[in-house]
């Protein structure tokens, strides 16, 4: 997604560089700068000290510093400032907010996940400035639980063949579990999903990631499957909660 046009409301996750003397992706700062002057975004981070040195380095305004509200293990109780609630709130009426972590892709495997979850139950849009792993992305923006999850990769092309992998995967993991395929077989996975032990399970399909045709579903597999439409051929990522 190259536009800020894709990013004007609901939530936005922001990757940071790992190692906090890198810079920041372009469009992640160009996307930070428009939301820095616009005042009734929200700007969740995840330490306020951390965030700030952070910030300044990458040449955003100073003044915007004061708005950080701090979102982590530590900020879920009812006491908290800004909780998840007041969040929604500001989000279903026009707001939008961008969360970062001190470093990496939020709402991966840390608190930000329950914001994510809160957010697709609230039907308040979710996304991402550019980050280049699908997978990862993917369950940051499922929202589902995935503390512990098995990447099953590629199924096989062959229904029946499909059919008991994925019989035996539903045997062997009780963990969230991460599926992809090419992308003319998006519906043909859905489908055997729908038929299959996982037909009653969380799932969240997230179609062409990063790009302008981005599309993100949740939900059992029949009822994502119904929401497609006309989507034939795209590249997905396939998460099954646990």
Same mark, same amino acid.
């Given at each position: 997604?190259?536009?800020?046009?894709?990013?004007?409301?609901?939530?936005?996750?922001?990757?940071t560089?790992?190692?906090?003397?890198?810079?920041?992706?372009?469009?992640?700062?160009?996307?930070?700068?428009?939301?820095?002057?616009?005042?009734?975004?929200?700007?969740?981070?995840e330490?306020?000290?951390?965030?700030?040195?952070?910030?300044?380095?990458?040449?955003?305004?100073?003044?915007?510093?004061?708005?950080?509200?701090?979102?982590?293990?530590?900020?879920?109780?009812?006491?908290?400032?800004?909780?998840?609630?007041?969040i929604?709130?500001?989000?279903?009426?026009?707001?939008?907010?961008?969360?970062?972590?001190?470093?990496?892709?939020? %709402?991966?495997?840390?608190?930000?996940?329950?914001?994510?979850?809160?957010?697709?139950?609230?039907?308040?849009?979710?996304?991402?400035?550019?980050?280049?792993?699908?997978?990862?992305?993917?369950?940051?923006?499922?929202?589902?639980?995935?503390?512990?999850?098995?990447?099953?990769?590629?199924?096989?092309?062959?229904?029946?063949?499909?059919?008991?992998?994925?019989?035996?995967?539903?045997?062997?993991?009780?963990?969230?579990?991460?599926?992809?395929?090419?992308?003319?077989?998006?519906?043909?996975?859905?489908?055997?999903?729908?038929?299959?032990?996982?037909?009653?399970?969380?799932?969240?399909?997230?179609?062409?990631?990063?790009?302008?045709?981005?599309?993100?579903?949740?939900?059992?597999?029949?009822?994502?499957?119904?929401?497609?439409?006309?989507?034939?051929?795209?590249?997905?990522?396939?998460?099954?909660? %646990?």
């Open positions: 997604m190259s536009s800020l046009e894709n990013f004007k409301s609901g939530l936005i996750l922001i990757p560089p790992i190692e906090e003397s890198l810079p920041l992706e372009p469009v992640a700062l160009e996307l930070l700068k428009d939301v820095a002057a616009d005042p009734e975004s929200l700007i969740l981070v330490e306020l000290k951390v965030a700030r040195i952070r910030w300044l380095r990458w040449g955003l305004p100073r003044e915007a510093i004061e708005r950080f509200i701090p979102f982590n293990e530590h900020t879920e109780g009812k006491n908290v400032a800004t909780p998840i609630p007041e929604l709130n500001r989000l279903k009426s026009g707001a939008r907010a961008v969360l970062m972590s001190d470093g990496g892709l939020p %709402a991966f495997c840390d608190p930000g996940m329950k914001l994510v979850d809160a957010c697709h139950s609230a039907g308040v849009r979710v996304t991402a400035s550019p980050f280049p792993h699908s997978v990862s992305l993917a369950l940051a923006l499922s929202g589902l639980d995935h503390r512990s999850f098995f990447f099953a990769g590629f199924l096989p092309a062959s229904g029946e063949e499909r059919k008991r992998e994925l019989d035996q995967i539903h045997q062997r993991q009780k963990q969230t579990i991460v599926l992809m395929d090419t992308p003319y077989r998006l519906k043909a996975l859905l489908q055997s999903l729908a038929e299959s032990p996982f037909k009653n399970r969380k799932t969240f399909l997230a179609v062409e990631l990063n790009s302008p045709r981005e599309s993100l579903h949740r939900g059992k597999p029949a009822e994502i499957l119904s929401s497609l439409g006309g989507v034939e051929k795209a590249e997905f990522v396939v998460v099954i909660g %646990a």
